[in-house]
Protein backbone atom coordinates (compact mmCIF):
# COMPACT_ATOMS: atom_id res chain seq x y z
CA UNK A 1 0.00 0.00 0.00
CA UNK A 2 1.55 3.21 -1.03
CA UNK A 3 1.94 6.03 1.84
CA UNK A 4 2.72 8.70 -0.74
CA UNK A 5 -0.96 9.96 -1.05
CA UNK A 6 -1.71 10.88 2.57
CA UNK A 7 -1.82 14.51 4.13
CA UNK A 8 1.56 15.25 5.08
CA UNK A 9 1.50 15.81 8.68
CA UNK A 10 3.47 19.18 10.12
CA UNK A 11 6.24 18.55 12.25
CA UNK A 12 6.26 21.80 14.09
CA UNK A 13 3.26 23.73 13.83
CA UNK A 14 0.62 25.71 15.97
CA UNK A 15 -2.19 23.21 17.64
CA UNK A 16 -4.75 24.18 15.20
CA UNK A 17 -2.58 23.16 12.44
CA UNK A 18 -1.21 19.86 14.62
CA UNK A 19 -4.83 18.64 14.90
CA UNK A 20 -6.03 19.50 11.39
CA UNK A 21 -2.77 17.55 10.36
CA UNK A 22 -3.24 14.61 12.15
CA UNK A 23 -7.21 14.44 11.71
CA UNK A 24 -6.39 14.55 7.88
CA UNK A 25 -3.79 12.04 8.15
CA UNK A 26 -6.06 9.96 9.78
CA UNK A 27 -8.89 10.10 7.06
CA UNK A 28 -6.01 9.76 4.27
CA UNK A 29 -5.29 6.79 6.01
CA UNK A 30 -8.76 5.26 6.26
CA UNK A 31 -9.13 5.81 2.35
CA UNK A 32 -6.19 3.83 1.38
CA UNK A 33 -6.83 1.04 3.65
CA UNK A 34 -10.14 0.45 1.38
CA UNK A 35 -8.64 1.55 -1.68
CA UNK A 36 -8.69 -0.87 -4.93
CA UNK A 37 -10.70 -3.21 -3.44
CA UNK A 38 -14.03 -4.51 -4.86
CA UNK A 39 -17.30 -3.57 -3.17
CA UNK A 40 -17.70 -7.38 -2.07
CA UNK A 41 -14.06 -7.23 -0.40
CA UNK A 42 -15.71 -4.21 1.45
CA UNK A 43 -18.10 -5.44 2.69
CA UNK A 44 -16.64 -8.48 3.59
CA UNK A 45 -16.30 -9.52 7.66
CA UNK A 46 -13.20 -10.94 8.00
CA UNK A 47 -12.49 -11.11 11.88
CA UNK A 48 -15.47 -12.94 13.46
CA UNK A 49 -17.80 -12.82 15.72
CA UNK A 50 -17.14 -8.75 14.83
CA UNK A 51 -19.35 -7.48 12.41
CA UNK A 52 -16.80 -5.06 11.31
CA UNK A 53 -16.12 -4.82 7.40
CA UNK A 54 -14.08 -2.06 5.62
CA UNK A 55 -17.56 -0.71 4.63
CA UNK A 56 -18.89 -0.37 7.75
CA UNK A 57 -15.91 1.75 8.77
CA UNK A 58 -16.11 4.48 6.00
CA UNK A 59 -20.09 4.38 6.98
CA UNK A 60 -19.76 5.03 10.20
CA UNK A 61 -17.07 7.33 10.28
CA UNK A 62 -19.38 9.81 7.87
CA UNK A 63 -21.76 9.34 10.83
CA UNK A 64 -19.26 10.56 13.52
CA UNK A 65 -18.31 13.39 11.49
CA UNK A 66 -21.67 14.74 10.65
CA UNK A 67 -22.43 14.02 14.39
CA UNK A 68 -19.25 15.91 15.80
CA UNK A 69 -18.88 18.79 13.39
CA UNK A 70 -22.36 19.43 12.29
CA UNK A 71 -24.02 19.16 15.37
CA UNK A 72 -21.99 19.65 17.94
CA UNK A 73 -19.93 23.00 16.79
CA UNK A 74 -22.14 23.91 13.92
CA UNK A 75 -25.38 23.62 15.67
CA UNK A 76 -27.13 22.09 12.82
CA UNK A 77 -29.53 19.49 14.01
CA UNK A 78 -28.76 16.84 11.55
CA UNK A 79 -29.99 13.61 10.99
CA UNK A 80 -27.72 10.36 10.95
CA UNK A 81 -27.68 8.95 7.36
CA UNK A 82 -27.64 5.28 8.30
CA UNK A 83 -29.13 4.92 11.96
CA UNK A 84 -31.69 5.95 14.39
CA UNK A 85 -29.72 5.90 17.47
CA UNK A 86 -25.83 7.14 18.41
CA UNK A 87 -23.90 7.56 15.78
CA UNK A 88 -21.51 5.00 17.90
CA UNK A 89 -23.50 2.46 16.61
CA UNK A 90 -24.55 4.19 13.62
CA UNK A 91 -23.70 2.83 9.91
CA UNK A 92 -22.06 -0.77 10.77
CA UNK A 93 -24.85 -2.61 8.86
CA UNK A 94 -24.01 -2.95 5.22
CA UNK A 95 -26.35 -5.05 4.50
CA UNK A 96 -27.73 -3.55 1.02
CA UNK A 97 -25.50 -0.79 1.21
CA UNK A 98 -24.31 1.37 -1.89
CA UNK A 99 -20.58 1.69 -1.88
CA UNK A 100 -20.36 4.46 -4.11
CA UNK A 101 -22.90 6.24 -1.58
CA UNK A 102 -21.09 5.64 1.31
CA UNK A 103 -17.78 6.98 0.37
CA UNK A 104 -19.50 10.10 -1.59
CA UNK A 105 -21.10 10.91 1.72
CA UNK A 106 -18.04 10.05 3.87
CA UNK A 107 -16.36 12.74 1.29
CA UNK A 108 -19.28 15.06 1.72
CA UNK A 109 -19.04 15.13 5.55
CA UNK A 110 -15.12 15.43 5.66
CA UNK A 111 -15.43 18.27 3.53
CA UNK A 112 -18.28 19.54 5.67
CA UNK A 113 -15.92 18.91 8.76
CA UNK A 114 -13.05 21.28 7.00
CA UNK A 115 -15.07 23.85 6.68
CA UNK A 116 -16.75 23.91 10.13
CA UNK A 117 -13.42 23.72 11.88
CA UNK A 118 -11.77 26.56 9.49
CA UNK A 119 -14.77 28.84 10.02
CA UNK A 120 -14.43 28.70 13.66
CA UNK A 121 -12.66 31.30 15.31
CA UNK A 122 -10.42 29.77 17.78
CA UNK A 123 -10.36 26.04 19.33
CA UNK A 124 -12.02 26.87 21.90
CA UNK A 125 -15.22 27.69 19.95
CA UNK A 126 -17.60 25.62 21.40
CA UNK A 127 -20.89 23.23 20.83
CA UNK A 128 -23.65 21.35 22.85
CA UNK A 129 -23.99 17.28 22.27
CA UNK A 130 -27.04 15.89 22.68
CA UNK A 131 -26.48 14.59 26.07
CA UNK A 132 -26.27 18.35 26.90
CA UNK A 133 -22.87 18.55 27.59
CA UNK A 134 -20.40 21.90 25.90
CA UNK A 135 -17.49 20.39 23.63
CA UNK A 136 -15.38 22.38 22.38
CA UNK A 137 -13.54 22.37 18.02
CA UNK A 138 -10.18 21.04 20.38
CA UNK A 139 -12.15 18.34 22.17
CA UNK A 140 -13.47 17.26 19.09
CA UNK A 141 -10.50 17.51 16.65
CA UNK A 142 -9.06 15.40 19.54
CA UNK A 143 -11.50 13.02 19.64
CA UNK A 144 -12.15 12.63 15.63
CA UNK A 145 -8.07 11.74 15.68
CA UNK A 146 -8.78 8.99 18.29
CA UNK A 147 -11.53 8.04 16.90
CA UNK A 148 -10.32 7.22 13.39
CA UNK A 149 -7.06 5.91 15.10
CA UNK A 150 -8.74 2.74 16.89
CA UNK A 151 -10.86 2.20 13.30
CA UNK A 152 -7.96 2.34 11.29
CA UNK A 153 -6.40 -0.30 13.36
CA UNK A 154 -9.47 -2.29 12.70
CA UNK A 155 -9.38 -1.05 8.73
CA UNK A 156 -5.25 -2.30 9.13
CA UNK A 157 -6.58 -6.35 10.53
CA UNK A 158 -9.93 -5.89 8.17
CA UNK A 159 -7.74 -5.01 5.13
CA UNK A 160 -4.79 -7.60 5.75
CA UNK A 161 -7.25 -10.32 6.19
CA UNK A 162 -8.56 -9.21 2.48
CA UNK A 163 -5.51 -9.54 0.90
CA UNK A 164 -2.30 -9.03 3.33
CA UNK A 165 -1.71 -6.01 2.29
CA UNK A 166 -0.51 -4.28 5.54
CA UNK A 167 1.50 -1.27 6.57
CA UNK A 168 0.68 2.11 8.33
Known sequence: MSEERRYERPWAADERST???FLEFQRDTLALKCAGLTDEQLRRKEIPPSDLSLLGLV???AEVERGWFRNVIAGDGVRLRWGTGSPRASGFDVEGADVDEAFAVWREECASSRAIAAA???????GVHHTGRVFSLRYVLTHMIEEYAR????A????????GSTGE
Open 156 to 163: DLLRERID
Open 59 to 61: RHL
Open 151 to 154: HNGH
Open 19 to 21: LVG
Open 120 to 126: AESLDVT
